[in-house]
């Protein structure tokens, strides 16, 4: 008797309506040194979802997390994040990976599709010049020297 009414819970459990959290659009804009982030967060289940957090890493490093309002059955949010873009950053194209329930808090009916990526291209931030200690004048023989920094086109 026991086992069967364990059953019938279990089961009962997996019947139970649940929320299904997913990041269904992503857009980003680099800027004046920070990320644009723009997220179409959806829930298409047939239960609500309660308050959650949703992360935002860049190449493998977490920029961000911020919490978000619970959302009903069948409804969506969009949100906007400015995301600072560290200074160890080099020019080049990242993945932008935004996840919703990044502490995986919510039960939800798929748990693989919480997360989308979008591309971003981060261009030099800014040209720093090469410095050297001089005395400040010329030795003979030497000629000035103009050092190119990865992305400036002014190459020779």
Do not use: W
């Amino acid at each position: 008797m026991a086992r069967v009414l364990a059953v019938s819970i279990f089961s009962l459990a997996l019947s139970l309506p649940r929320p299904d959290l997913l990041v269904s659009h992503v857009g980003v804009v680099y800027s004046s040194g920070a990320l644009q982030a723009t997220v179409v967060v959806a829930n298409p289940g047939a239960a609500p979802a309660s308050p959650t957090v949703v992360s935002y890493r860049l190449g493998g490093k977490r920029l961000a997390t911020r919490r978000i309002h619970g959302l009903r059955a069948g409804s969506t949010t969009r949100i906007r994040a400015t995301l600072a873009v560290p200074a160890s950053v080099s020019a080049g194209s990242y993945r932008l990976r935004v996840c919703v329930d990044a502490t995986h808090r919510i039960r939800e009916v798929n748990e693989r599709n919480n997360c989308r990526v979008a591309t971003a291209s981060s261009p030099v931030q800014s040209l720093r010049p090469a410095v050297a200690a001089c005395d400040g004048r010329q030795h003979a023989g030497e000629q000035d020297r103009v050092r190119h920094l990865p992305g400036d086109r002014a190459r020779r």
